[in-house]
């Protein structure tokens, strides 16, 4: 090989079409494991002399740790390990064909090559490529046979988010942005950024050929416990200094942003944030992953399948047991194969970024198989028990004395827990539902069987439990019951009217002291402040049922609202000689509507004028209106509009001009966000054409 430097031609366009990378916008070749690439390089005299080539990635490149590959040309590609075709030759510059295995250590290589009959020349670099997983290609670990769901869950850069809670789901729009500009290498710092990285890069580049491993050391670096990861967690309701979770719309910003302040963690994150930007790094190392959303979702701390809520005589929910239900939780699912389990337990798995628990000694979650969970193998890897429980605890409601100490069972519920478990559809925005797939139908012999199960593997069958009700607890039977039906619109905005309809179930009268209470909370539950408090006396004929109207007025509870929009009402019902009775509801309160049009059709890298309308529903002006806008393929990073106040009932109209710069279905995403409104957010499919 000459002295010169070798100039190469990566054939970016060709490879890129052939590897499903075109999406990416890079000058660097950009390839998939376990198929062949194109690249022709000049300053060879003689091609067909032998031809040594060198891939190596990481700082102490060796072939023991799977990080360095020598290979000559051979005439026929191998499966099992690096190999180079000779393509074609001109008189200065040679053609090759290059095939890395199903399972190589994916990241950035640097590829040389060295001339074997002069033994003086040292390699000669040609440059760097990056490898990727491989979804399309049946010898990898994260092989996907359906190549929709390829499309979808690889490919697609936009989302919806399910939340709300489970009377009442609702669902937003996200900007995965995985292909967007400087996003691949903030995804491979990430990985050089690990604790296991820096405490032995070596074996954790070995390792780095795994999707289980990549999964679980990913789902440790999103959130910033232990490792100084992306997100800083925050579900206090007050998010002074940082972004309020609600506010964010898309992974982009998040990422960019923690490699600006030089990897410091971004301020703020709860559930679905940590998992959309897990899902943005997954995808765009070619793992395929989608957000799950799981509605009555349960933290169980102590690991006993059992999730313990307290209450005070007031109806108050006490913040005072490390258990909780959480309106809903977003956790991810990727796909890829266990060998180390066998084959039933392929397939989707549960990978968690939120710090919710340790796992190892660090706040990480997961891979859980799918499989282990719907059949209550909670004895594998990885933390099957913490996942299991999210979806299949136990409810136990209990009195709590402060002043005693004492507590008294009000109720327990097995079939409260893991609800309308969601996902978004592929190709579609539509919601669909996965329950089925965590667990046999709720109150099925099957699904008590398994519950079983998994309590015997986790020995908590045989274990006396102190804390546990005891079963004359569990089996009283209350006097009275009782519900909190809505009567009017959930908007924020408007006056919160509920109805409490108490029945007397025995034929005898029954006197009632009743003691009401309505909290704000964030999503998790957690009480943050008192809105309002109420108690009634009431005395129920034999089997009769009475309705009582509650009314909670906008401006009564406007300014103790958590940018979740959540009020928990409670009604403790102390029965005269009978058992207490808790009737509790969450409610979820919509915002009022955004509408987005698009005025005219949507080109290619021509101008197209949008409106996003807005009117004021509440007879208080708003301040400090902002209006955010982002797309991938339709505008560069993220427009930020400030709008004027509103006055009382008054409608605004904003209009902003796009230039989309890729053809196909593409989505705008909007947030106008003002003081009394938190993150009110809406998106749009535009179809750009040629």
Same mark, same amino acid.
């Given at each position: ?67 360095? /590959? ?25 053609? @090759?064909? @290059?095939?890395?295995?199903?399972? /190589? ?57 399910? *939340? ?112 959309? !930007? ?110 299991? *429980? ?19 069972? @009000? ?20 919601? !669909? ?34 804390? /546990? ?17 809505? /009567? ?29 209470? *309505? ?11 008192? @809105? ?110 400030? !709008? ?47």
């Amino acid at each position: 090989i000459a002295a010169t430097q070798p100039s190469t031609n990566w054939h970016l366009k060709e490879n890129a079409r052939d590897h499903h990378t075109s999406k990416f916008s890079s000058k660097e070749l950009i390839v998939r494991r376990g198929q062949a690439f194109i690249v022709t390089f000049n300053g060879t005299e003689q091609p067909e002399q032998n031809l040594t080539f060198i891939a190596e990635t990481g700082p102490k490149p060796s072939k023991l740790a799977k990080t360095q /590959a020598t290979f000559g040309i051979s005439s026929t590609v191998s499966k099992e390990s690096w190999s180079a075709v000779l393509q074609s030759t001109s008189s200065n510059s040679v053609s @090759i064909s @290059i095939y890395s295995p199903p399972n /190589a250590v994916i990241g950035r290589y640097k590829l040389s090559v060295q001339s074997t009959s002069s033994d003086s020349s040292s390699p000669a670099s040609l440059g760097t490529f990056v490898l990727l997983f491989n979804p399309w290609s049946s010898g990898d670990d994260v092989f996907m046979p359906n190549k929709a769901e390829c499309e979808e869950y690889v490919l697609e850069e936009f989302g919806i988010i399910f *939340a709300g809670n489970k009377n009442h789901i609702n669902s937003f729009g996200w900007n995965f942005g995985q292909f967007q500009g400087d996003i691949l290498n903030i995804c491979l710092s990430m990985l050089d950024r690990s604790l296991n990285y820096r405490q032995d890069p070596a074996t954790d580049l070995s390792h780095r050929n795994d999707p289980k491993y990549l999964g679980r050391v990913l789902s440790a670096m999103v959130n910033a416990n232990d490792d100084q990861g992306v997100l800083l967690g925050n579900w206090s309701g007050n998010y002074a200094g940082g972004k309020s979770p609600s506010s964010w719309t898309g992974s982009g910003e998040i990422l960019q942003n923690w490699k600006k302040s030089g990897f410091r963690p971004v301020r703020y994150g709860q559930c679905w944030v940590f998992a959309a !930007v897990l899902t943005t790094v997954l995808r765009c190392l070619g793992i395929p992953t989608r957000t799950i959303t799981n509605f009555s979702s349960a933290h169980d701390a102590d690991g006993n399948l059992r999730v313990d809520e307290f209450y005070d005589a007031y109806g108050n929910h006490l913040d005072r047991a490390a258990d909780s239900v959480w309106n809903f939780h977003v956790w991810n699912e990727s796909w890829f194969s266990r060998s180390d389990l066998g084959p039933s337990y392929s397939g989707w798995q549960v990978l968690d970024a939120t710090p919710q628990e340790e796992s190892g000694g660090i706040y990480q979650c997961g891979p859980a198989s799918r499989n282990a969970i719907k059949e209550g193998d909670v004895d594998l890897d990885y933390d099957c028990p913490f996942v299991f *429980a999210e979806v299949n605890a136990d409810c136990m409601y209990w009195n709590y004395d402060p002043a005693t100490g004492k507590k008294t069972l @009000i109720f327990s519920k097995s079939t409260i827990i893991g609800q309308f478990i969601s996902t978004k559809a592929v190709g579609r925005d539509d919601r !669909v539902d996965v329950t089925n797939d965590y667990k046999y139908e709720e109150g099925s012999t099957k699904e008590r069987d398994i519950f079983k199960k998994a309590r015997k593997k986790l020995g908590l069958e045989d274990k006396f439990d102190p804390t /546990a009700p005891t079963p004359q607890e569990i089996d009283q039977k209350p006097d009275i019951s009782g519900k909190f039906k809505v /009567a009017g619109p959930l908007e924020v905005g408007k006056d919160l009217n509920l109805i409490l309809v108490l029945a007397n179930l025995q034929s005898d009268a029954k006197t009632v002291h009743v003691n009401m209470t *309505a909290w704000s909370t964030v999503y998790t539950r957690r009480p943050v402040h008192e @809105i309002w408090k109420d108690s009634i006396s009431v005395i129920l004929s034999p089997k009769e049922e009475k309705q009582f109207p509650i009314k909670i007025p906008y401006p009564e509870y406007h300014q103790q609202l958590t940018t979740d929009n959540t009020i928990q009402v409670t009604a403790l019902c102390h029965v005269e000689g009978g058992i207490q009775v808790l009737v509790q509801r969450d409610i979820t309160l919509d915002n009022p509507a955004i509408d987005i049009q698009v005025l005219g059709e949507a080109k290619v890298n021509k101008e197209v004028d949008v409106e996003v309308i807005f009117t004021n529903p509440i007879d208080m002006e708003l301040m400090d209106c902002v209006l955010q806008v982002e797309g991938n393929d339709l505008l560069r990073g993220i427009l930020e509009i400030d !709008v004027p106040p509103l006055k009382a009932s008054e409608k605004s109209s904003t209009k902003f001009k796009l230039i989309p710069f890729e053809t196909g279905p593409k989505h705008l995403l909007v947030n106008f966000s003002c003081d009394k409104f938190a993150a009110i957010k809406t998106f749009k499919m535009v179809n750009v054409i040629d």
